[in-house]
């Protein structure tokens, strides 16, 4: 086969994913700086003479006792919060697959590929590194996931002229590893189950589908629903974020002939996933006492911190490195012209930002007092971070050429259709 001939990895998408991904991208950037943002202020709150008043306001409950949803704040962020995440997250997957560019095989194999490669490894290192500990098991799947909001936020500063179909694997595999981590959740950490409210949460989850299915976008109809569903999954012992995604499978994606009600409600909620529900679970999740540089120290060293750290820094880019080389090597395809493997490598070591899922599965396996897990979490994903960047940097001027090549054949385009 002639070079002209193979296929291309992280090759052009159409004009129009490309459009909507750059408009998903910038306001998950805004978002990014705001987790940010909540993350730093939670920190040197939790780290002031004012410690006592932040954990107050972590520990004050709120909600109808009677429906067993009277819970702290903190609750309600990692619960109810990260739900509107998940539903986010859910209907950006959904629409890759059904009327995206994702929908064909060859090019959604890369992400997915990749996306399952950066949960294995990381867990297979965390596994490793904690095998003496006991109890330590239940934290194997912290280093898994990856956090789009800070990552683009990263991105941002960092890759400005990083080509479209970089950003579009990243974002991908981002979304596609949100789903396992919701699939993980769901299997793994689901204590005592209650099959019955499971079972009455598909009443309000058909309904909402069928209505939803027939257009209604009334929001006294649909938000009632959604809260029952959400509320008899969190009864059923499987955590509440799982209804997030259900609900977004159940909203209908169009193929063709301009936007439908994915694209409705993801208009609607996108902001207030990335402006309101993310930042406030970044500042009522990463507030940690430090305890100094002794502390610090101590922290680190602990074997579970290890474990999330090495999973987060070296397991995400191995794993993602190796299943996209895979990928390559057995479908023959070359990377596109101009870009190069340290490419793959540096978006690789950014997806080792592990923020916001990693703080929730630490959460359900440690419990809100496991503070070497959220630090293992906030030093793994700033390492990671920071040596993404080192790479992206080296790497900028090559692609401000790409995207120069890009604008000039975009040029040309709009000057044959005039």
């Known amino acids: 086969m002639t070079d002209a001939g193979r296929r291309r990895l992280f090759g052009r998408g159409s004009w129009a994913e490309a459009r909507r991904i750059a408009d998903i991208l910038r306001k998950e950037t805004i978002g990014g700086a705001l987790l940010l943002g909540g993350a730093a202020l939670a920190l040197i709150w939790a780290n002031s003479p ?80 904690t095998r003496n500990v006991d109890g330590a098991a239940a934290g194997w799947a912290i280093p898994t996931a990856t956090d789009i909001a800070f990552a683009l936020a990263v991105l941002a500063v960092l890759g400005t002229f990083l080509p479209p179909a970089l950003r579009t694997f990243l974002l991908t595999l981002a979304v596609v590893d949100d789903l396992m981590a919701i699939v993980i959740i769901a299997v793994f950490y689901t204590g005592d189950l209650a099959p019955v409210p499971l079972l009455a949460a598909l009443v309000p989850l058909a309904v909402f589908a069928v209505l939803v299915r027939r257009g209604v976008r009334s929001w006294w109809l649909l938000l009632p629903l959604a809260f029952a569903v959400w509320a008899l999954v969190h009864a059923s012992g499987v955590h509440a974020t799982v209804a997030g995604v259900l609900l977004a499978f159940a909203v209908p994606v169009v193929h063709g002939g301009g936007p439908g009600p994915a694209e409705h409600f993801e208009h609607r909620f996108r902001p207030l996933s990335a402006g309101v529900a993310v930042p406030l679970f970044a500042f009522l999740s990463a507030g940690v006492h430090l305890g100094g540089l002794n502390g610090l120290a101590t922290a680190l060293t602990d074997p579970v911190a290890v474990g999330v750290v090495a999973g987060l820094v070296a397991g995400k880019p191995i794993g993602i490195m190796a299943a996209t080389w895979l990928v390559a090597r057995f479908t023959r395809a070359q990377l596109d012209e101009g870009l190069s493997w340290l490419d793959v490598l540096g978006l690789s070591i950014l997806a080792g930002i592990g923020f916001t899922v990693s703080l929730l599965i630490g959460e359900l396996a440690f419990g809100t007092g496991g503070d070497h897990v959220k630090l293992a979490v906030l030093a793994g994903s700033v390492t990671a971070a920071l040596l993404a960047a080192v790479i992206l940097r080296l790497r900028n001027r090559a692609y401000r050429r790409i995207q120069e090549a890009d604008d000039r054949d975009a040029a040309r385009q709009v000057g044959t259709l005039q």
């Open 50 to 129: 004012w410690s006592g008043v932040y954990e107050a306001i972590r520990g004050f409950t709120v909600g109808p006792a009677s429906l067993h949803l009277r819970l702290d704040l903190a609750t309600w962020a990692a619960d109810g919060l990260l739900a509107v995440f998940f539903f986010v997250a859910g209907l950006e997957l959904k629409r890759e697959f059904v009327a995206g560019d994702l929908r064909q095989v060859r090019r959604a194999a890369v992400p997915v590929a990749a996306a399952f490669g950066g949960v294995v490894v990381p867990a297979a290192l965390y596994l490793l590194a």
